[in-house]
């Protein structure tokens, strides 16, 4: 059974740092890409981030370029991201999701990915 499970949002203070967790099972992690996106309330879902079948070739938004780093972890079946300098534009739930045989740019189209986690919230206050 193939399952995502997303963790690490919470209350971060403007200029701190989250790791994004996406723990994966029910299939090999890096045949799929794995994506990662953003929803704010009141606001259409975003791409951030995502880390491409085989090669592991990545992708970022602009919104996050620079301060946030995505990683795959075979052996654990995970994928992170890392997200810095969190700004008050970040706030949102963050979901995880798997394409099957997908590339980096397979995050810029919802439909090609398979499966998703549930996400995880990130609030940016001080």
């Known amino acids: 059974q193939v399952e995502l499970v997303d963790s690490g949002g919470g209350l971060v203070q403007p200029g701190g740092s989250l790791r994004l967790a996406c723990a994966t099972s029910g299939f090999t992690v890096d045949d799929y890409a794995i994506g990662w996106f953003r929803q704010a309330p009141g606001k259409e879902r975003e791409a951030v981030s995502c880390i491409g079948a085989g090669d592991g070739d990545t992708y970022y938004a602009d919104s996050v370029k620079d301060r946030s780093t995505i990683s795959r972890d075979i052996g654990k079946s995970k994928v992170d991201l890392q997200l810095n300098n969190l700004t008050p534009e970040d706030p949102a739930f963050y979901y995880c999701?798997?394409?099957?045989?997908?590339?980096?740019?397979?995050?810029?189209?919802?439909?090609?990915?398979?499966?998703w986690g549930k996400g995880t919230l990130v609030t940016v206050s001080s």
């Open positions: 999701a798997a394409a099957r045989g997908g590339t980096k740019w397979s995050v810029l189209y919802y439909s090609a990915m398979d499966y």
